[in-house]
């Protein structure tokens, strides 16, 4: 789903004089050496997921300020999120942020619905039941099983030593 | 400052599910990040960690899916309080089902709607 671009790197050219071929060579070896990608990887993160939040405040803010309690606000602010991560993976633009923002991309629940369209969009061919219909939990089937699973481990907990 | 802190805290989660993609040697995928998120959210919320967050980020604390998971949790703890063990049963599903029909919904409209990609 997030695809990494490991550069393009020169061949060097056999033309070049030998101690020219020899310091192309030095610089490939450096240049294919998995450099600390971990830093970028979470300062992009941190922002593209931070400002994916920030939408998500105003948006909140937005019908908080019309009047609706906390629980339908964050509701009301889920299904509007959700609606725009399934429209920009539609058009294509939501696997840009993925791309740029890793886990950024992944954690809110735009990426929750992302996960959703992605697959089910891809085997579209494969007809509406088993392509879209089956293709749409590919992602989203599992984190319902383990947020239900767990969700009601701490219900019946809870029932039984409140 | 609400706004600070859900630029905050929502990027720190993100954070935390960059880390364990790039850094643990087992293969981490995003489908996991998503499961992980949802159960840790879960179980932070039943022992009454999640809500605090909540009430400083707003939407850096719901938006991620750890809030999915602090909405399913509350929902079976409520469920408990009005319907006993049934409620166990109701209670999660019930919290969460905008979120869930709008992903269903939405996903699929999309999917029929929109051309795939190469």
Same mark, same amino acid.
């Given at each position: 789903?997030?695809?990494?671009n490991?550069?393009?790197?020169?061949?060097?050219?056999?033309?070049?004089?030998?101690?020219?071929?020899?310091?192309?060579?030095?610089?490939?070896?450096?240049?294919?050496?998995?450099?600390?990608?971990?830093?970028?990887? +979470?300062?992009? /993160?941190?922002?593209?997921?931070?400002?994916?939040?920030?939408? =998500?405040?105003?948006?909140?803010? &937005?019908?908080? !300020?019309?009047?609706?309690?906390?629980?339908?606000?964050?509701?009301?602010?889920?299904?509007?999120?959700?609606?725009?991560?399934?429209?920009?993976?539609?058009?294509?633009?939501?696997?840009?942020?993925?791309?740029?923002?890793?886990?950024?991309?992944i954690?809110?629940i735009?990426g929750?619905?992302n996960?959703? +369209?992605?697959? /089910?969009?891809?085997?579209?061919?494969?007809?509406?039941?088993? =392509?879209?219909?089956?293709?749409? &939990?590919t992602? !989203?089937?599992?984190?319902?099983?383990?947020?239900?699973?767990?969700?009601?481990?701490?219900g019946?907990?809870?029932?039984?030593?409140? | 400052?609400?706004?600070?802190?859900?630029?905050?805290?929502g990027?720190?989660?993100?954070?935390?599910?960059?880390?364990?993609?790039?850094?643990?040697?087992?293969?981490?995928?995003?489908?996991?990040?998503?499961?992980?998120?949802?159960?840790?959210?879960?179980?932070?919320?039943?022992?009454?960690?999640?809500?605090p967050?909540?009430?400083?980020?707003g939407?850096?604390a719901?938006?991620?899916l750890?809030?999915?998971?602090?909405?399913?949790a509350?929902?079976?703890?409520?469920?408990?309080?009005?319907?006993?063990?049934?409620?166990?049963?109701?209670?999660?599903?019930?919290?969460?089902?905008?979120?869930?029909?709008?992903?269903?919904?939405?996903?699929?409209?999309?999917?029929?709607?929109?051309?795939?990609?190469?």
């Amino acid at each position: 789903m997030v695809n990494i671009n490991y550069g393009v790197t020169k061949m060097p050219d056999n033309s070049m004089p030998l101690i020219k071929q020899k310091q192309r060579y030095m610089e490939m070896v450096k240049e294919s050496t998995p450099k600390p990608r971990v830093l970028r990887n +979470v300062f992009w /993160a941190f922002v593209v997921g931070g400002l994916i939040c920030l939408v =998500g405040q105003f948006i909140l803010s &937005f019908f908080l !300020a019309r009047g609706l309690s906390f629980n339908e606000a964050g509701a009301a602010t889920s299904t509007t999120l959700v609606f725009l991560a399934a429209f920009l993976t539609g058009i294509g633009l939501y696997d840009e942020v993925s791309r740029f923002g890793g886990a950024g991309g992944i954690v809110p629940i735009t990426g929750f619905a992302n996960s959703m +369209v992605a697959p /089910a969009l891809e085997y579209r061919a494969e007809g509406l039941v088993f =392509g879209v219909g089956a293709r749409l &939990f590919t992602i !989203a089937g599992p984190v319902l099983v383990w947020g239900i699973v767990t969700a009601w481990i701490a219900g019946l907990l809870y029932y039984f030593f409140r | 400052m609400q706004f600070f802190w859900a630029f905050v805290i929502g990027g720190a989660l993100c954070v935390i599910g960059q880390l364990l993609m790039d850094l643990t040697s087992y293969k981490f995928t995003p489908a996991h990040v998503l499961v992980t998120f949802v159960s840790a959210g879960a179980i932070i919320s039943a022992i009454g960690l999640y809500q605090p967050l909540v009430n400083l980020a707003g939407a850096g604390a719901t938006v991620p899916l750890t809030g999915f998971g602090h909405l399913l949790a509350q929902g079976a703890l409520n469920g408990v309080k009005q319907h006993g063990l049934l409620g166990v049963f109701s209670g999660g599903v019930t919290a969460a089902a905008a979120g869930i029909t709008a992903a269903v919904v939405f996903g699929y409209l999309a999917a029929l709607t929109f051309r795939p990609r190469g």
